[in-house]
Every structure is written in structure tokens, then in C-alpha cells.
């Protein structure tokens, strides 16, 4: 009963802490985190965190071009062609 209470008080204040952040805090924890996994060769993950922080802003263009180079890694080179796209800091501007 205690570590069930323990468990359900950690989850609480996690998930606060969670709804306390700022889209911009979200999003570069999941770009980080993505940087971390890509730098360990963890491409699936890094793909996860990396589709995560584009949710919150589809215009990052650093998250884009990673996702680019992720995407290389792992094979997927169709879907790699629309996230070089999205990194192109000159379609950026115009829209």
C-alpha cells in the first residue's frame, strides 16, 4: 500500500511538473533528448522526440534537418526529402 501511495505521489507531481513547462521548455527537452539518442545511434528514438518537438512548432528548423539526417539513418529516405524541405530556412521566412 505504501509504494503503491509513493507511486501514485511521484506520477502526480511528475505530471505537474510536465503541465508547468512552456511549449518552448517542451519543445527543446524533446529536441535534446533527440540529440541524446541520435548521438547514441538510438535513430527510432531519436525519431519519436524529434516528430514530438515538430508537433509544438512545425517551423524548427533544427528539428526538421535532424529528423532529415535521422530519417537517412534508418532507411526512410521518401519521408527524408519533406523534412530537408521543412529546414529550409528560406521557405521558412516566406510563410
Same mark, same amino acid.
Given at each position: 500500500?505504501? +509504494?503503491?501511495? =509513493?507511486? %501514485?505521489? *511521484?506520477?502526480?507531481?511528475?505530471? #505537474? ?5 512552456? $511549449?518552448? $521548455? &517542451?519543445?527543446e527537452?524533446? %529536441?535534446? &533528448?533527440? /540529440? /541524446?539518442?541520435?548521438?547514441?545511434? $538510438?535513430? &527510432? =528514438?531519436?525519431?519519436?522526440e524529434? !516528430? /514530438?518537438? *515538430? !508537433? *509544438?512548432?512545425?517551423?524548427? *528548423?533544427?528539428? /526538421? ?12 529516405? =521518401? @519521408?527524408?526529402?519533406?523534412?530537408? #524541405?521543412?529546414?529550409?530556412?528560406? @521557405? +521558412? @521566412?516566406?510563410?
Open positions: 500500500m505504501k +509504494s503503491a501511495l =509513493k507511486f %501514485f505521489f *511521484i506520477l502526480v507531481v511528475f505530471c #505537474f511538473v510536465l503541465g508547468c513547462q512552456s $511549449e518552448q $521548455e &517542451k519543445k527537452s524533446f %529536441f535534446n &533528448k533527440a /540529440n /541524446n539518442y541520435y548521438a547514441q545511434k $538510438e535513430y &527510432k =528514438k531519436a525519431e519519436i524529434l !516528430k /514530438n518537438a *515538430i !508537433k *509544438i512548432d512545425p517551423k524548427f *528548423i533544427q528539428a /526538421n534537418y535532424l529528423l532529415a539526417e535521422t530519417m537517412v539513418k534508418l532507411g526512410k529516405f =521518401k @519521408r527524408c526529402f519533406w523534412y530537408v #524541405f521543412q529546414s529550409c530556412p528560406i @521557405r +521558412s @521566412r516566406q510563410q
